[in-house]
């Protein structure tokens, strides 16, 4: 079959134009697609050097063809945006097909062409992007005019497209034959005076006049009046079913003289414009911008290439003006005529030099500052000068009136007339989702005031200030609501812009300004703050700005959590020099007087070894977190299934997605930031826009097993995904994000693969598995290249027997030459190039790698471990350098910053940590361990403890001072004790031996042995003479230490892990055991006095005899604790209810109550006299990790009085024993506290955390309060 003869002369005709304008390659993909056009005739025609010679062989090609090709080739131009050149096809398309029949697509049938023409309807722009939501929406309210006359207002923006959209509106050809056959007239109208708009409306009469040959009146019509009668005898009698189209209208009396009782559409700034005519009447809003897919088709059009092939600026172009219109179009036509000038047309809006980007176009105004001045000049003069105050409002911030009526000084109800007039006029717009409504500039209004007002930009936010201060000049206001959380957000912002540093010290160097606000916002604000002032507030004092930003950092997570701590008591725990902890003293003496507990951390003069910010993105225990490349991002993800995005410096939330069904392992950020990866438990890769959160991909049908890990490469020059999985053989995929299936897969390992990393080339790909080895794989061609047999490397040490070895993770080395890979405690440092193995690292006992990560820019290299810390290692000396202690639980990952001088780690504690790498503390730091003994004497604190050099030292509590430090010993320490007369210390052994040292000479009184195995607890008795050990040799001994005599107790089948001395009448010793019984002895001659089975299920875990010494309380793991009684020593009540190990128990001093505490951190108060339960300590509010003490209650102990309780765990919480409330909880730096001392008078409490911290905690006494301010007075940097 043959083209049809006209359409094989339309082209033919057509051919010179055709062949000047297309570019065949964009078309020919349709043709192919549409199969007429061959893959062969498509290299024909490619293979022609030049794109107009491509075009005529793609022509002499259609010639031969049929009407079908004519058809494809007429919608390929249409689809690719020739509507000029398709529109010159149109007629001659072949009868019978659906292109002829309906309205061309671009630019309308003929019929619609000649209808347009003769009404004066502006033609399309030459560059023209369809915006097919809002057409659909104004065609919809014009069809709304068929049965009676009214109006449609389109309003918007200056700039935003209005004219274009209702010239498009009507270019269809159903609309024009259903609703307006009598035609469409276009009038311009602008800002008229009175003469120029009767000019408009004698042309107009003409127009439809002569449209029709009409014979009219013999004269012009002289006057408004007369013009508007002939104009309503005209659309009434002539043309009763036409469309008026009024553009760009002004002013509501221009538009009472087209009020005529017929159909018309206005597009015009102001919404308000149409409210003094008659009528009915719709509107239609043009949002300010194109979505950035549209507006970066605009910018391509402009320079005649495809959106993907645009440079990166483009797309920053488009986010700068957010896509709108005129800018877009604007910046277009000057890149049509310099294309090279991306980079500095950027900068210009970057700048806000608006004057210079000035161009002729089909908008009309040649410059964006004209069509911003245009809407301001038009507004009377006293409401220009409350338009000008808005230049203080940050982008993307929406604001209640309440807060405009704080600036105006004016009633809130004048502040909506005001705001309403701005937004009908389309110089604010307003967000109706919310109450109160919320308005806001668009981001180039902003700009524009800024380039209009920069002259005066310090006193219009001074202006805010003092407006502020004036309306709250009581204290800032607290209710929450959108007008206080603009005032706590942006307050500082506006005293910084104004230049006023004291006001603005004064506040932020306020303890109350950092409660208030961050109990209202919550911390991340409060930490910008201090970035974003920093150097301001320098000026004034920087090493108070640095103790209240490194406060805010370190518990920001504590700040989030509900109900909301108390920021005075976290105050506390600061070093005592600090600004910060001076308010919180002032502030705990005074509430003291009232009754409150606060405690100070005496002994505690600087911070070691802390992290520089600590985050807690509520994603559960966090299994993966990553920097983006520009390292301002963090990304993190883990046993939710959510991914977040949050600033690396505050800590402020960017995104939160819903990314999987299930735990989400990992996620990765693309070279250039744009995209997120993330996997996941449910066997599906998910690929996202950073920015916004949108799935862009989604691969869920190769890996059959849950998904370990991804990563890109390195480079964005070829971008790849690297996923690997539990699979059995196909575990490791290569992804191009632009195919449905993954580019290849890596096959080598037969057990499932848990890590794979690209070297920094990107050539090489190494995977980490089950198996016991580490593959290196050819990127290109998914071959492997060389295998590193890890498992061989324990095989000595596990002495031939086979066991599993799991190869964790790996890193490279920045220049590629090692690879870095971890087993169990182990990392292993290979050369690639020969794969010899360089190094060995052992980490601490009983610890397993997690995870490790090379820094890019130099030698060092971050180990997470299981047990909480984070190693940092020299590979160049092989050294370790640091220590990072503070995660209360594994840690999962670590990765530098790409400048190498942060580190963050991510645990199942919740939290992602952030490390300087030049700040923390060095390995050679001494650390204390839990088992600790502490002595009160008068003022004085005496606290034992071993070091982690395996040394023992003897410290004054209250200074941290250490009065005697031992040898080390060649066995590690277990336990320690002290006695006061005469001064001396004792420790015991994993060697079994005891050792008696005077204090603070540190002389060695006496050497111990007797005990096979170690020993777990020792005590000094009341006269010092005897010393009295347990031991995992499942006995006791009695020592007269002194001679060296000694006194075996037998009788416990297991390891005795404590014990108790009584002293009524004689002296005797009560021990248990995870044997399950209880023994009495007699201290003097050994004998056994009491053996009990307690029948309790499991192993005893603590046990304690009342102050009376009637009775005796046992807890187990088996969740009960028993009372027995100390005359018959049988069980005489049972308690339940525990729903964990009952770890610790205590009784009141008064005998009448005992405290017991589990494993999952509640409390129980039980009534002795029957057994009944009397309170539950706190019963709601679990912490983070899910438990209502942060880990076990381990130790428990009573006020004199028994008014008061004090427990430990994760935390340390002081309780009101009356009605089982929390009175004050102290947060260390680590956690699992294992016990606490405690003076006689319960002022001062002893105990050291996980990472061997010494904590002295004194409570505050009360004084009468000192004034304190709470906002805007000045600070005195002399303090």
């Excluded at 942060?902 to 503390?921: A, F, G, I, P, Y």
Aim: glycine letters at 6%; proline letters at 4%.
């Amino acid at each position: 079959m043959v083209m049809e003869e006209g359409a094989l002369s339309c082209l033919l005709r057509s051919r010179p134009v055709l062949e000047q304008d297309i570019k065949a390659t964009y078309l020919m993909d349709h043709l192919v697609s549409d199969g007429v056009l061959s893959r062969d005739e498509e290299e024909r025609v490619r293979s022609k050097p030049t794109r107009r010679e491509q075009a005529a062989a793609l022509l002499e090609l259609l010639l031969l063809k049929d009407n079908e090709a004519y058809v494809s080739f007429y919608n390929a131009l249409v689809r690719e945006s020739y509507g000029d050149l398709a529109n010159l096809l149109h007629t001659s398309l072949p009868l019978g097909s659906p292109e002829a029949q309906r309205s061309f697509t671009d630019a309308g049938t003929p019929r619609v062409q000649a209808v347009l023409r003769e009404g004066g309807v502006p033609q399309r722009p030459v560059v023209f992007v369809q915006r097919p939501r809002l057409v659909q929406q104004l065609r919809q309210q014009l069809q709304g005019l068929l049965k009676e006359p009214g109006w449609v207002v389109l309003h918007g923006m200056a700039g935003s497209g209005k004219s274009v959209l209702a010239a498009e509106a009507v270019r269809d050809h159903a609309l024009l034959e259903e609703c307006f056959p009598s035609g469409v007239y276009w009038l311009s109208i602008g800002q008229l005076d009175r003469s120029d708009l009767l000019a408009r409306l004698q042309t107009l009469c003409f127009r439809l006049e002569q449209s029709q040959e009409l014979q009219g009146p013999g004269r012009t019509p002289g006057s408004l009046e007369e013009a508007k009668e002939r104009l309503r005898f005209l659309l009434l009698r002539r043309f009763p079913r036409s469309l008026l189209i009024l553009d760009d209208i002004w002013d509501s009396s221009a538009l009472k003289a087209f009020d005529v009782h017929s159909r018309v559409l206005i597009t015009t700034r102001d919404r308000s414009i149409a409210d003094t005519v008659n009528g009915v009447r719709q509107e239609v809003e043009v949002e300010s911008g194109l979505d950035e897919d549209k507006a970066l088709e605009i910018l391509a059009m402009y320079v005649n290439t495809k959106p993907q092939q645009l440079p990166e600026q483009a797309r920053s172009i488009v986010q700068l003006c957010k896509g709108f219109p005129l800018v877009v179009s604007l910046v277009g036509a000057l890149l049509r005529d310099f294309p090279d000038r991306w980079a500095y047309y950027l900068s210009l809006l970057r700048r806000k030099q608006f004057r210079r980007i000035r161009k002729s176009s089909s908008y009309d105004y040649d410059a964006l500052d004209q069509a911003m001045d245009a809407s301001f000049q038009v507004l009377p003069e006293d409401q220009r000068e409350l338009y000008r105050d808005l230049t203080v409002l940050e982008k993307d911030t929406k604001v209640p009136a309440q807060v405009l009526a704080v600036m105006w000084d004016l009633e809130p109800e004048e502040v909506e007339d005001i705001l309403q007039d701005f937004v009908n006029k389309s110089l604010l717009f307003r967000d109706c989702h919310q109450r109160p409504y919320l308005y806001y500039l668009h981001d180039l209004q902003l700009d524009f005031l800024a380039e209009q007002n920069r002259n005066q930009i310090e006193a219009l936010h001074a202006k805010v200030v003092h407006q502020y201060q004036k309306h709250y000049s009581q204290g800032p206001p607290t209710s929450g609501d959108t007008e206080s959380l603009y005032w706590f957000r942006f307050l500082t912002h506006h005293m910084a812009q104004a230049k006023l540093t004291k006001e603005l010290s004064s506040l932020m160097f306020s303890l109350d300004w950092v409660i208030t606000k961050a109990r209202v916002v919550g911390p991340s604000p409060l930490i910008n703050d201090y970035v974003d002032h920093g150097a301001v507030l320098d000026r004034e004092n920087s090493a108070v700005r640095g103790q209240f930003q490194e406060f805010l950092s370190l518990t920001g997570h504590q700040l989030e959590q509900r109900p909301f701590p108390d920021v005075v008591q976290l105050a506390l725990a600061q070093p005592q020099g600090s600004e910060v902890h001076r308010q919180a003293l002032l502030q705990a003496r005074a509430a003291a007087t009232r009754g409150s507990l606060y405690f100070d951390w005496q002994n505690h003069s600087g911070v070691d070894s802390v992290s520089r910010l600590v985050v807690q993105p509520n994603l559960g225990p966090v299994y993966s977190a990553c920097f983006s490349h520009d390292g301002s991002k963090i990304a993190a993800c883990g046993a939710s299934n959510m991914l977040r995005v949050f600033k690396s410096t505050s800590g402020e939330k960017l995104l939160e997605v819903t990314a999987h069904d299930d735990e989400v392992l990992c996620c990765a950020f693309s070279p250039d930031d744009r995209l997120l990866a993330t996997c996941s438990a449910d066997r599906k890769v998910k690929v996202w826009n950073a920015e916004r959160g949108s799935l862009l991909r989604k691969f869920e049908e190769e890996h059959e097993e849950q998904i370990n890990h991804c990563v890109f490469t390195n480079g964005p020059r070829c971008l790849l995904l690297a996923t690997c999985s539990n699979d059995g053989f196909m575990n490791t995929k290569l992804w191009n994000l632009n195919k449905p299936s993954s580019q290849n897969t890596m096959f080598g390992h037969l057990e499932p693969v848990t890590h794979c990393s690209f070297s920094p080339d990107d050539k090489h790909l190494a995977t980490c598995s089950r198996d016991g080895s580490l593959k290196l794989f050819g990127v290109s061609s998914a071959n492997e290249w060389k295998s590193f047999s890890v498992k061989d490397l324990f095989q000595e040490e596990e002495e031939g027997e086979e066991s599993e070895v799991h190869v964790k993770c790996s890193t490279w080395s920045p220049d590629g030459t090692r690879i870095i890979c971890a087993a169990r405690n182990a990392v292993f440092v290979f050369s690639v190039e020969s794969s010899e193995l360089l190094l060995e690292i052992h980490s601490s006992r009983g610890s397993t790698v997690q995870y490790l990560h090379a820094c890019p820019i130099s030698g060092l290299l971050a180990v997470a471990l299981s047990h909480y810390t984070v190693e940092l290692w020299d590979l160049d000396s092989t050294k370790k350098v640091a220590d990072l202690c503070g995660h209360l639980s594994w840690v999962h990952g670590v990765q530098f910053s790409p400048d190498g001088t942060m580190l963050l780690s991510c645990s199942d504690d919740h939290t992602v940590r952030l490390w300087e790498t030049s700040r923390v503390q060095t390995s050679s730091a001494v650390r204390l361990k839990r088992d600790t003994s502490a002595l009160f004497t008068g003022d004085r604190i005496t606290v034992v403890a071993a070091d982690n050099c395996n040394r023992l030292q003897v410290r004054e509590g209250r200074t941290g001072e250490v009065m005697f430090q031992s040898e080390e010993q060649p066995s590690r320490i277990r336990c320690t004790c002290l006695n006061s007369e005469p001064s001396m210390a004792a420790l015991g052994r994993e060697d079994g031996t005891l050792q008696v040292l005077a204090v603070p000479s540190g002389a060695s009184l006496a050497q111990l042995k007797g005990h096979t195995r170690t020993v777990l607890h020792c005590c000094f008795s009341r006269d010092g003479h005897t010393l009295v050990s347990s031991s995992e040799d499942c006995t006791l001994r009695v020592w007269r230490w002194r001679t060296g005599e000694c006194q075996v107790l037998q009788g416990h089948r297991e390891q005795v892990r404590c014990f108790t001395l009584l002293y009524s009448p004689e002296e005797q010793l009560l021990s248990w055991s995870y044997d399950g019984t209880l023994k009495l002895w007699e201290v003097c001659s050994g004998a056994l006095l009491q053996d009990v089975e307690a029948h309790h299920r499991q192993a005893i875990l603590s046990c304690q005899v009342s102050a009376d010494g009637r009775l005796a309380a046992t807890t187990s793991a088996d969740r009960t604790a028993k009372l027995w009684s100390c005359e018959s020593w049988l069980c005489v009540r049972l308690l339940q209810g525990h729903k964990d190990c009952v770890r610790s128990c205590r009784f009141s001093w008064d005998s009448q109550r005992l405290a017991t505490g589990d494993d999952n951190g509640e409390i129980r108060l039980w009534n002795v006299a029957d057994g009944s339960l009397a309170r539950i300590c706190s019963r709601e509010g679990k912490d983070p990790m899910d438990s209502l003490h942060g880990g076990w209650a381990s130790d428990l102990h009573f006020s004199p009085d028994d008014t008061l309780l004090v427990s430990v765990g994760g935390y340390i919480k002081w309780w009101d024993v009356g009605r089982g409330e929390a009175l004050q909880t102290f947060y260390p730096r680590g956690t699992n506290l294992k016990r606490i001392h405690v003076s006689p008078d319960f002022s001062t409490f002893v105990t050291v955390d996980n990472i061997g911290i010494l904590y002295v905690l004194q409570r505050v006494v009360g004084t009468l309060p000192e004034h304190h301010p709470c906002t805007l007075v000045p600070y005195n940097t002399s303090t």
